[in-house]
């Protein structure tokens, strides 16, 4: 085996077993943060042995087993009696080295994974990765290391930030935890419900820079919004009781579907009265439905993300942007902005006004936001705002809320759009 070969071998083991691993290595030794540093050591182990002995048997038994071992020697370090070390090392016994196997292992490790308990592990490690004592970017760069599989390198590429701020975030995120004495395992019932918007924000976080990158060359980072929907699979999954999981996935495959026509041959934006629907990925329409489908039937009525999924549907079963039924999504916004208020649903909300019934009766909503300083350091206030004024013959009051926004966008495709409608404005 090549070391290019054997190193893809432990990158697709990597991304797939990575939360198990971790889950299981903090089951066993009740320390969160020893576990994910347990499994890396397992995997900076793996990247030299493999390539060299070939990819064993049972790769994710081979992972975990080493990281068992690591774990009796951090515990053997700390006391030679710490009775911890004596329960792990007796369930592993005894054995000597063999070719492509762990360190001291007999045999490939057949680790026997219980689906319940792997299930109970993932979504412990979600809830602790997204626990609220740590902080927002933290919990994103801990959730994406330790339940998506993702490299400090890879997640520092995502948000355009060096690697050294990802290692500290998670570095520091670990030790908040450590600090307030965070246990392994999924929080209690009682206590779930408030925490699971915490997990449901980071995902949601985590999807909405892939959909829409905030800054850089690309208007969409694939990888980045496809790890926010496995993720949302992956806790629908596990939680399959929760309306807002369903309203969350539903959410995220509904405006995935949207992807494929979201950006021309040139890289450049399409805007969506200009999108080919036919390129929008009906298979991904579908599980939105479904999921949304799923949300309602839980008989507790739509949470924020499954309003917000039920206006994707909207645009998804629309067969253009003049059938879209407006006013059935102003309603749905309006829903929204009673549940979760934020200045981004109402300019959403003016947007939709504007559609069904004129950008005259629009433009009140977005002035006021204006007037109250709302979004100041966002584009899409003026960038709104310039298309109603536009669309009412007002050019140069337009022209200003244009270069406003050109001034304000940080991504260079989106700002590239707002550039010519301001040169059409001559």
């Not at 030794?29 to 576990?35: I, K, R």
């Not at 206590?191 to 060359?217: D, K, N, P, Q, W």
């Not at 909300?349 to 977005?366: D, F, N, T």
Request: charged share 25%; aromatic share 4%.
């Amino acid at each position: 085996m090549t070391d290019s070969t054997g190193r893809e071998a432990v990158a697709a083991v990597w991304r797939i077993e990575s939360a198990r691993i971790v889950g299981a290595l903090a089951r066993y030794t009740g320390d969160f943060a020893l576990a994910e540093d347990l499994a890396q050591e397992a995997l900076a182990e793996a990247l030299v042995s493999w390539p060299r002995d070939g990819v064993p048997r049972t790769p994710a038994g081979w992972l975990l087993t080493v990281g068992r071992r690591r774990a009796i020697d951090a515990f053997r370090r700390r006391s030679a009696r710490d009775e911890r070390y004596a329960a792990l090392a007796h369930g592993l016994g005894e054995g000597g080295a063999v070719t492509g196997r762990p360190p001291g292992a007999s045999r490939d490790e057949d680790v026997l994974w219980d689906p319940d308990q792997i299930d109970d592990d993932v979504l412990a490690l979600m809830f602790i990765s997204c626990h609220p004592v740590v902080a927002r970017e933290a919990r994103v760069a801990l959730t994406l290391r330790v339940v998506g599989g993702l490299t400090s390198d890879e997640i520092a590429q995502a948000f355009l930030v060096p690697t050294a701020t990802v290692q500290a975030r998670i570095t520091r995120a670990k030790k908040t935890l450590g600090a307030a004495r965070v246990p392994f395992g999924v929080p209690p019932a009682g206590e779930r419900a408030g925490r699971l918007g915490s997990v449901l924000s980071v995902i949601y976080l985590i999807f909405t820079e892939g959909s829409s990158a905030s800054s850089g060359g690309d208007l969409i980072r694939l990888d980045l919004a496809g790890e926010a929907q496995r993720l949302a699979r992956v806790l629908a999954r596990l939680m399959p009781d929760e309306p807002e999981v369903h309203g969350l996935l539903a959410l995220l495959e509904l405006t995935a579907a949207r992807f494929p026509a979201r950006v021309g041959p040139d890289g450049e934006p399409v805007l969506l009265e200009r999108q080919d629907r036919r390129r929008w990925d009906r298979a991904s329409i579908r599980r939105g439905r479904a999921a949304l489908a799923a949300a309602e039937r839980l008989g507790r009525g739509l949470g924020a993300y499954g309003l917000q999924a039920a206006i994707a549907e909207c645009h998804a079963v629309a067969p253009s942007v003049g059938a879209t039924d407006w006013e059935r999504i102003v309603l749905l916004y309006e829903a929204l902005g009673r549940l979760a208020p934020s200045p981004v649903v109402d300019l959403n909300r003016a947007v939709a006004v504007s559609m069904a019934r004129g950008p005259a009766e629009a433009l009140p909503i977005v002035d006021r936001l204006a007037a109250a300083g709302a979004l100041a350091s966002s584009h899409h206030l003026p960038s709104v705002r310039g298309e109603l004024l536009t669309r009412l013959g007002r050019d140069g009051e337009a022209r200003t809320e244009l270069e406003a926004a050109v001034r304000l966008c940080g991504n260079e495709r989106e700002r590239a759009v707002l550039e010519r409608k301001l040169a059409a404005l001559g």
